[in-house]
């Protein structure tokens, strides 16, 4: 299976909760005549939405759809998952990165295309923990192409693979491929998974990522509409049009049902295309009398009724079968990955979740590096206790992996960035703690520069850590020359403790950083902690003094600090 079929499969089976209970539940209350009506509002990604309504309807109909003598009607409702995700993280008082609205009404249900956008409101919202989440449908994310392309490459006697295309990205080729923004698609995101996972995750790996993603990154749209719309419909633009996208099965079927001059093409790529999973989502805050209808009406999406409204929509079933009518794209394997996870939830847990959640937000992290210019000043601890070998990485010592981890990273960041770098211990410039060594500057001219910088950083074998008085000078110095339209930020690597006789003390630091602060001109402190030897609450005590936006991540294994710097990148929120 491969890393997109993994993620989306371990979503799936860490966030079901209940089900069938549920239903068991619904049962014991369904009997006896109406006595009152109660209402359940679902909302439904756009493509399903029809399928949903169709079958409630007919539910309804029936004597069944009862709760406690009292009968059931549902609105469905059809909105893009994006709009809804924000709805719903702004009501758990945060947001998505990237993701922008939440105007949309906040569900009893909510069936998104993905158990990705389950993971994503709730890595940023704890306390989002919504009950139920197994998988209604399926569709699995494809290679769409225009058809005289795809022949070109071979299809549909040949089996491609994601690093196929990966190398058709990195290599110059003709392909003019596009996506969706996968902060705000799942099948653009299920694509960037796959083609993270082809790249591997040596330095050589990476490089191809970067310029895979920076090739998708020149052709992006908000929406599944604009991007299909730029696929060609004369044979003169098959050699000038969109040439290739990651979507799902179903949009490849809708575009083909208008019949166009050039139909499209969907490619089954190997490792097995990841499935969108459609999870049947009750939301927390739903009192006892809605979740019992809201398993009922489940219930009813199990039965054929719905199997074929789903074919109708161009849609399978959770386990990949179809209902009458479906006919699959051309060159389809006869048996597609299914949206239920093997071995069911008892198989995997919430470390599964987690898991899924750290890919998801180091992919979406390279996206934001490359796509969503900032402006940063990059802080690195240059103390003694940089000098300690970590076992994992080789006996490469702590700063040696930091500057590993932050040259990739500068790789990362396109021309658009400017970037700057301080180094800090204590008494590094007279008895101030930190020395200023790259003003922030645009990379189209500091790129040099500032790999000059990160090759001479070299710890201070004697020097302590002055966090404290760095730290506000960094937020000062970001917010002095701060820019609209950028994310300005400061990001700050350390491995301990303030220890800095003379310096600021944490509540002379806390004052000085909310008496900077200008809601205006907010400025993002970032600080990643190296090892266990930090202090996760005294550096969440600074995070939170900076703003609501800042956060902290804690590489307690050093070697993965890089896979930490892009989560941080991607994310909004921290310890």
């Not at 299909?228 to 490849?252: H, M, N, W, Y």
């Not at 690597?493 to 006789?501: A, M, P, Q, R, S």
């Not at 307690?556 to 991607?570: G, M, S, Y």
């Amino acid at each position: 299976m491969s890393i997109t079929g993994i993620v989306v499969s371990a979503a799936t089976a860490a966030l079901v909760v209940i089900g069938a209970g549920s239903w068991l539940g619904y049962q014991r209350l369904s009997a006896g005549d109406c006595s009152g009506q109660v209402r359940l509002d679902v909302t439904a990604a756009t493509e399903i939405a029809g399928a949903v309504q169709t079958a409630a309807d007919a539910w309804t109909k029936g004597e069944d759809a009862q709760v406690d003598g009292v009968c059931v009607k549902v609105n469905v409702a059809a909105v893009d998952p994006a709009a809804a995700a924000a709805a719903i993280a702004a009501k758990h008082g945060v947001s998505l990165p990237s993701v922008n609205g939440g105007k949309a009404a906040v569900p009893d249900v909510w069936i998104p295309d993905s158990s990705t956008w389950l993971l994503r409101v709730s890595r940023e919202a704890p306390g989002f923990v919504p009950t139920d989440t197994v998988p209604v449908a399926g569709s699995p994310v494809v290679l769409a192409m225009p058809a005289p392309v795809a022949q070109q490459l071979g299809w549909p006697a040949k089996q491609l693979k994601w690093s196929d295309l990966l190398g058709q990205l990195t290599a110059g080729k003709s392909l003019r491929p596009g996506i969706v923004d996968p902060t705000r698609d799942a099948a653009g995101l299920t694509g960037l998974l796959a083609l993270g996972g082809a790249a591997g995750n040596d330095a050589a790996g990476a490089t191809r990522k970067v310029r895979a993603l920076r090739e998708l990154a020149a052709n992006t749209s908000s929406i599944r509409q604009d991007l299909v719309e730029k696929f060609p419909r004369t044979a003169e633009e098959v050699t000038t049009g969109l040439s290739a996208a990651p979507l799902s099965e179903e949009d490849v079927l809708a575009y083909n049902a208008d019949k166009p001059p050039i139909p499209l093409a969907a490619l089954y790529l190997d490792p097995a295309p990841a499935v969108l999973n459609y999870p049947f989502a009750i939301m927390p805050e739903v009192d006892p009398q809605k979740s019992q209808a809201a398993a009922g009406l489940h219930q009813a999406l199990r039965g054929t009724t719905f199997l074929n409204a789903l074919a109708a929509a161009g849609l399978r079933g959770p386990d990949g079968k179809a209902g009458a009518g479906f006919t699959a794209p051309a060159g389809a394997p006869a048996e597609v990955a299914t949206a239920i996870p093997a071995g069911g939830a008892a198989a995997q847990g919430t470390s599964a979740a987690a898991q899924a959640g750290t890919a998801i937000s180091q992919v979406l992290g390279s996206w934001a590096a490359i796509t969503q210019p900032g402006r940063v000043l990059a802080v690195f601890d240059i103390s003694g206790s940089m000098l300690k070998k970590v076992p994992t990485a080789g006996g490469l010592t702590r700063a040696e992996v930091t500057k590993r981890a932050a040259a990739q990273g500068l790789q990362l960041f396109d021309d658009k960035w400017a970037v700057g770098t301080w180094f800090f211990s204590t008494d590094l410039v007279g008895s101030q703690a930190w020395q200023p060594k790259v003003p922030i500057s645009p990379l189209s001219s500091a790129r040099t520069q500032l790999n000059d910088a990160l090759n001479e950083m070299q710890p201070k074998k004697t020097g302590d850590t002055g966090l404290f008085d760095t730290a506000l000078a960094a937020y000062k110095t970001v917010k002095t020359g701060w820019q609209a339209g950028r994310v300005n930020s400061v990001i700050l690597f350390t491995d301990g403790v303030n220890e800095n006789d003379g310096g600021l003390t944490e509540d002379e630091l806390v004052a000085g950083l909310k008496k900077a602060r200008d809601p205006r001109k907010p400025v993002r402190m970032v600080i990643i902690g190296i090892g266990t030897e930090v202090d996760r609450n005294e550096l969440k005590t600074i995070a939170d003094a900076s703003g609501s936006s800042s956060g902290v991540f804690v590489a307690e294994d050093p070697a993965k600090i890089n896979e930490i710097f892009l989560q941080a990148i991607a994310t909004r929120t921290g310890a």
